[in-house]
T-cell receptor
Framework: GENVEQHPSTLSVQEGDSAVIKCTYS??????FPWYKQELGKRPQLIID?????GEKKDQRIAVTLNKTAKHFSLHITETQPEDSAVYFC???????????FGQGTELSVKP | ETGVTQTPRHLVMGMTNKKSLKCEQH?????MYWYKQSAKKPLELMFV???????ENNSVPSRFSPECPNSSHLFLHLHTLQPEDSALYLC?????????????FGSGTRLTVV
């Protein structure tokens, strides 16, 4: 079955710096890759996703890149702000019958 | 309100107790999920329901028993749990059993087994 590895497990950056979180997946048939943000004590929320027919997607300060050959995808946050502090989860699935398999999560801390 | 409501928010139960977690969605979705979130671990998929039928059971112990009486409600019945079952239990829903339809999560039930 699918396995998703996420690194790093914790990440601390200064406000204004960039943050990058990386994930690898094992099932080459996976073709949908969302990222979820979970603030302390709150539910996970989808922040951005990418499908396998696209190499990069951007939404304001957040971008995701996908390398299908290497089976890895990354989340990039630029100009980080304290409110970006949260746990970020990557996930992978096949679009048909596609349950989400999550990575272990990255706890991002943005210091003012 | 997110559209997916879970109750209770917190639950403490003894190992011999029987309790139930409830999830309700008002989004018109027809697929619902139970996930377990333990510290330092990925979100673990437990059960998937589509159109009120269980379509996936990820080797979950029988002390967890799901129930989906209709497409808006999902329950997780708990009995004779172990301390290692303490975790955040998250319910999610989606329009269909396809991840790219988008999952909406509830706020979770924080379960402590003593």
């Amino acid at each position: 079955g699918e396995n998703v590895e996420q690194h790093p497990s914790t990440l601390s950056v200064q406000e204004g710096d960039s943050a990058v979180i990386k994930c690898t997946y094992s099932d080459s048939a996976s073709n949908y890759f969302p990222w979820y943000k979970q603030e302390l004590g709150k539910r996970p929320q989808l922040i951005i996703d990418i499908r396998s027919n696209v190499g990069e997607k951007k939404d304001q300060r957040i971008a995701v890149t996908l390398n299908k050959t290497a089976k890895h995808f990354s989340l990039h946050i630029t100009e980080t702000q304290p409110e970006d502090s949260a746990v970020y989860f990557c996930a992978a699935s096949k679009q048909q019958g596609g349950k989400l398999i999550f990575g272990q999560g990255t706890e991002l801390s943005v210091k003012p | 309100e997110t559209g997916v409501t879970q109750t209770p928010r917190h639950l403490v139960m003894g190992m011999t107790n029987k309790k139930s977690l409830k999830c309700e969605q008002h989004l018109g979705h027809n697929a619902m999920y139970w996930y377990k979130q333990s510290a330092k671990k990925p979100l673990e998929l437990m059960f998937v329901y589509s159109l009120e039928e269980r379509v996936e059971n990820n080797s979950v112990p029988s002390r967890f028993s799901p129930e989906c009486p209709n497409s808006s409600h999902l329950f997780l019945h708990l009995h004779t749990l172990q301390p290692e079952d303490s975790a955040l239990y998250l319910c999610a829903s989606s329009q269909g059993v396809r991840a790219d339809y988008g999952y909406t999560f509830g706020s979770g039930t924080r379960l402590t087994v003593v």
